[in-house]
């Protein structure tokens, strides 16, 4: 089975910082596209990051730019989000996913995902 899950989430004061992991099952992650979404209460799964397979580069979201790092361990299976200076904003379910075609900001654009992992940045 093709599964992705996250872990690392948590409860973080403004300024803060984790590191998500979305650890891959069932498929080498070195021949997949990853990307990382978020759900803020009320709003709209948006796009945060993608690591691009055929590109070798990443891309983030203007939002987080600059304070969220995207990395991949493929000895490990495992691919990373690092999120640094974390503001209320911030707050949200936070999701791996996975495809063979390349980055998309659409997550029809995905066929395999994972849980997600709550991150609450305090007020």
């Known amino acids: 089975q093709l599964q992705l899950v996250e872990s690392g989430g948590g409860l973080v004061q403004p300024g803060g910082s984790l590191r998500l992991s979305c650890a891959a099952s069932?498929?080498?992650?070195?021949?997949?596209?990853i990307g990382w979404f978020r759900q803020a209460p009320g709003k709209e799964r948006e796009g945060v990051s993608c690591?691009?397979?055929?590109?070798?580069?990443?891309i983030y979201a203007d939002s987080v730019k600059g304070r969220f790092t995207m990395s991949r361990d493929n000895a490990k299976n495992t691919v990373y989000l690092q999120i640094n200076s974390l503001k209320p904003e911030d707050t949200g379910v936070y999701f791996c996913?996975?495809?063979?075609?390349?980055?998309?900001?659409?997550?029809?654009?995905?066929?395999?995902w994972g849980q997600g992992t709550q991150v609450t940045v305090s007020s």
């Open positions: 690591f691009n397979t055929n590109g070798g580069s990443v």
């Open positions: 069932g498929f080498s992650l070195n021949s997949y596209t």
């Open positions: 996913a996975a495809n063979l075609f390349g980055c998309s900001r659409s997550r029809d654009a995905y066929t395999s």
